[in-house]
């Protein structure tokens, strides 16, 4: 089965296909990440406007280069929420109009489904179940995974998500937007040390997460320090993101009693996070998985490859009629079939 996938949930439109045989074709992001810049955020009617821009062109660039024309495709999968509702909208809309056209199914995906699911397109694939770390922009949880749509839920931010926080952390310091890998880049070049930044809700006793304190606790020792203490105030920070998450991981591996870890979300693709984490499971004996590093913010590759496991699974198609859900929680999903 050849399945295309659309994702435009935010300020990504990324394209996909996926072949249950051959695996990953080809896929393709646009971002729009310098447009917003400007803004210091998404604008959500401008994320709109350029996915309808670049929706189409992405779709024949995959294509192309997966050696393809439309008529091979047998389903299309689409990003049906959560996310900006007007930026849904664009791709739920071509998804389901090209499904049409073409007479072949459309699938509605969870946008975290793929982020989730998004480890078993890198070799070596993890087996289920595993803990799984889902780090975005607007998530931090800890899950287990049992099985496509068999999630529980297990800890979570009580406020920012570890990507916000990165974000503004780095707007604190001065790093614009989206600051995360700006700010781990700084952090690279400062002492982790020099500064000790609080580890919020490490010994808490369950498998929360809270950041927006750490937030507060850099714009205090910013205004302090000054300009010229920024990269070890970037690596304090980042070291105690990475304690936090590193443990709370261990903690949920431990009341499992599971030892595989898969990391996923656009702060998987941080460098201190993984190798801590590499370390880790190195000195306590767990596997850790992450998706390929391409592949760890938002994608089109993600979605194609959820809805080519979801229909194999044998879950229906969509009847022609489709919507978005905004905000749609991933403890609703159901198993496929
Ligand atoms: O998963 P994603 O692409 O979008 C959401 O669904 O939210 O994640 C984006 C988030 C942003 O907050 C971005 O700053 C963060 O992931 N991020 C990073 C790194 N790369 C992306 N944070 C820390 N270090 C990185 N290397
Ligand atoms: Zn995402």
Request: a neutral charge.
């Amino acid at each position: 089965m050849k399945i295309l996938g659309v994702e435009s949930s935010c300020d990504e439109t990324g394209l996909a296909v996926y072949d249950t045989q051959a695996g990953l074709l080809a896929h393709a992001i646009h971002s729009q990440i310098a447009m917003h810049a400007e803004y210091g955020g998404v604008v959500p009617e401008l994320a709109s406007r350029d996915h309808i821009r670049r929706v189409i062109p992405l779709t024949r660039s995959v294509m192309q280069q997966a050696g393809l024309t439309l008529g091979d495709l047998d389903a299309i999968a689409y990003t049906q929420g959560p996310g900006l509702a007007g930026a849904l909208l664009v791709g739920a809309s071509f998804a389901n109009a090209l499904a049409a056209a073409l007479s072949i199914p459309s699938i509605g995906i969870h946008h975290l489904e793929g982020h989730l699911l998004s480890p078993l397109l890198a070799t070596p694939r993890p087996e289920f179940p595993f803990i799984a770390l889902l780090v975005s922009g607007g998530h931090t949880q800890l899950m287990r995974v049992d099985g496509v749509g068999r999630y529980e839920l297990l800890g979570e931010t009580v406020d920012d998500a570890a990507g916000e926080a990165f974000d503004k952390t780095a707007q604190l310091l001065g790093l614009g937007y989206p600051g995360g890998p700006a700010l781990s880049k700084l952090a690279d070049s400062g002492q982790a040390y020099r500064f000790k930044l609080p580890r919020p809700m490490l010994n808490s006793g369950d498998l929360d997460f809270s950041f927006s304190g750490l937030k507060t606790a850099v714009l205090t020792l910013s205004r302090k320090e000054g300009v010229e203490a920024r990269a070890d105030i970037a690596a304090a920070f980042q070291v105690a993101v990475v304690e936090v998450l590193a443990a709370k991981c261990i903690a949920a591996l431990k009341q499992a009693g599971l030892r595989r870890l898969v990391v996923a979300g656009g702060v998987g693709a941080n460098r201190a996070l993984r190798e801590r984490l590499d370390a880790e499971a190195a000195q306590r004996r767990f596997e850790v998985f992450y998706p390929p590093l391409e592949l760890c913010t938002d994608n089109g590759a993600m979605i194609a490859f959820a809805g080519a496991l979801r229909l194999s699974a044998g879950q229906p198609a969509a009847d022609g009629r489709f919507g978005v859900r905004p905000r749609w929680a991933l403890a609703e999903l159901t198993c496929p079939a």
